[in-house]
């Protein structure tokens, strides 16, 4: 979504049950129904008869009504034709949240119900390593919109976590293709269970947002089709997800959002999507192009030409837009004029129309049809907001078990601005309207009860001004002597005002975070309050890696906590106490400092040097820690770390090949006392490759609960795509006879069994 929406908007705005051992083992409420040889009969019946309706609708409309419908009709809806009975589409904004409601002219609209489920950020679950929750996130998400009128929900966000700069980070899901591929495919198909179209976004290489709008991303074919496009892959094939985003950056030359290599050819054509593609709001630039070049839909043009920054728009206010307004449009006057002056567009522009009618026939918006009424802001959705809070947490260090704190004390002291900060309303548009939000300090002082006595001292000031301030840190040393337990809680921020925050905006649409560091004086803040209470726990709310090497080496005790959602004090209370046992695993590395990451050290970020509107992607195929483990780099805390209060055994590795890849089967056992699950990651690492491989690459993970002393039996399957690398002269995936080894660990990094198998 474009920048000047999202300040706009910000500007008019101004259970699961839990069980009482340490660990939950509720399973979601909400699981992925079955299919079956019989529904998938009535579905292809039903896509049949729908095309064939389709066919009809097509020959009925004018050239002006499907010109009509392929372009936006207001700020978050696409033209209808009223004739014939076709309704506008609703879209808005997710992905972890409905969007506050907005008039057609992008104002928020007043005195209606959307405070909803504000759910935790894409990156917290990716970090639960749960593919049932991704389902039932999606449903949650689905059910809201559902119950609010939308017709598609502009989310998951996938893009590949290149750089921890990127202020986006915070919606994605991680650095990893496969981690993203499994969890993407649950959170689709719940919001779509719910009779409301996913929108799988930003497609493709929109790895930045500084310069998000005119930077042209080159890369290698191999790095492509490896890492960046196997999400939207599964999105499509496996998802089978309805509408489709393109994003703002160039490709290769050409805009990505009418980019003929990646929608016509890869898209459209290998992949064999049939539903809907939309422009990001305001990416399309070419008339042409983007009739010749898979772009079906297009929104927001007509305000991105009115507008050409931030501050023009907001002193000039949003008019409401009007018929004349759609000259602006690419797709609208001279889409018409094209059209009637080449008959030959004209099937292109039947195609357009058919993608967005068939999206309206999957989602019960044609033929006076009715989908089922969703439900919102209900205990069963914050029941999910609160279970995927808690299995995303990472307990990134706990060092003498100083984790889980006993109730015991009497004194506490909570330390650190984020600690009352609320976040539903920050990030740019995945901002949301919570019906409440409990802050970590408000978790923890339900969770203590009015027995203990909590100091809360900020220690910080968010401000743009990004010193650190001496009253503030000694007012917190102070509070930090006088308590038995200290609790920082700091990290970063999601931005509210982009005018204000523009020069220090972290984790915030529009902007990258200008460097890794502990923003607003933290460091010294946490190394201060180290020296004189080492009984203190350090918990991070932030969008991805954030440098915490200037005192990671002291601290005892680190949370990466996210930004949680909606429950995340409940959650965060849950886990330092013990009542939670966390289960979390990182999506991402976490490196040392910033130049140890992959696209600073060896590819280009934020430009080519010399030339800003250029970039190329010289990392190649290492990417996080495929460079980390290949290069030996000695991360600040790998990719697929996690701690937990228990601890667990892996028994012997068995590897059998199969007609198509491999199993590998073994034993986790847990040896500790209390309830816990561990996340079996399996990498695969090519023996003997004729090209430059990672050292080891994840194809295979299953998330595991035990009780204390109990042993389950983990069986990983993988296939021959778990095996193969894209031939770049070939033009194809290659799978080279030779032996395989199967590393399975707790992370990548630490790797408990190993196994061979020849292919």
Known sequence: MPLFCSRAALLAALLYATAPAA????????????????????????????????????KKLTLEEKIAMIHANSSFTSGGVKRLGIPEITTSDGPHGVRPEHGRDWTLDEGVNDSGTYLPT???????????????????????????????ILGPGINIIRTPLNGRNFEYLSEDPYLISKMVVGYIRGVQDQGVSACVKHYAANNQELHRNDIDVNMSERALRELYLPGFQAAVQEGGVHTLMGSYNKFRGQYATHNAYLMNDILKGEWGFKGLVISDWGSVHDTQQGLRNGTDLEMGTDLSLMYSSVDQTASAGMPALTP??????????????????????????????????????????????????????????????????????????NEGNVLPLRK?????????????????LGGGSSQVKAKYEITPLAGLQKALGPNAKITYAPGYKIARDQSADPQLIAQAVAAAKAAEVVIIVGGATHGYDYKVWSDNAYDAEGYDKPDMKMPFGQDELIKAVLAVNPNTVVVLMNGGPI??????????????????????????ARVLFGDVNPSGKLPMTFPVKL?????????????????PLKQTYKEDVFVGYRYFDTYNVAPQFAFGHGLSYTSFEYGRLAVKPTSQGATATLTVRNTGKVAGAEVVQLYVHDDQASVNRPEKELKAFEKVFLKPGETKTVTLTLGSDAFRFYDEAKKQWVLEPGQFTLQVGSSSRDIRQTGTVKL
């Open 324 to 397: 004349a307004l759609y000259d602006r449009f690419f797709f609208g006057t001279a889409a018409l004029e094209a059209v009637k002056k080449d008959k030959s567009l004209e099937p292109l522009l039947d195609d357009k129309v058919r993608r967005i009618l068939r999206v309206m026939y999957k989602t019960n918006m044609l033929d006076g049809a009715k989908r089922a009424k969703g439900e919102y802001s209900t205990p069963a959705h914050q029941a999910t907001a609160l279970k995927v809070a808690e299995e995303g947490m990472v307990l990134l260090k």
């Open 595 to 611: 130049e140890d990451s992959p696209a600073h050290k060896l590819g280009e970020y934020p430009s080519t040097p010399g030339d």
């Open 122 to 152: 894409g990156n917290t679950l990716a970090a639960t390593w749960n593919p049932t929750l991704g389902y039932a996130f999606g449903t949650v998400l689905g059910s809201e919109a559902n119950f609010r009128g939308k017709d598609i």
């Open 408 to 424: 015991t004390a009497k004194t506490y002291a909570v330390i650190g601005a984020n600690a009352t900060r609320e976040n539903a």
């Open 23 to 58: 660990f939950a083992q509720t399973k979601p409420a909400t699981t992925q129904p079955k299919s079956t040889a019989a529904s998938s009969a009535n579905r292809q019946q039903l896509l049949l008869a729908n095309e064939a309706k389709i066919d009809q609708l097509l």
């Open 547 to 572: 440098d915490v090497s200037a005192w990671a080496g002291q601290a005892k005790g680190i949370v990466e906590a996210w930004y949680p959602g909606m429950e995340g004090g409940t959650a965060l």
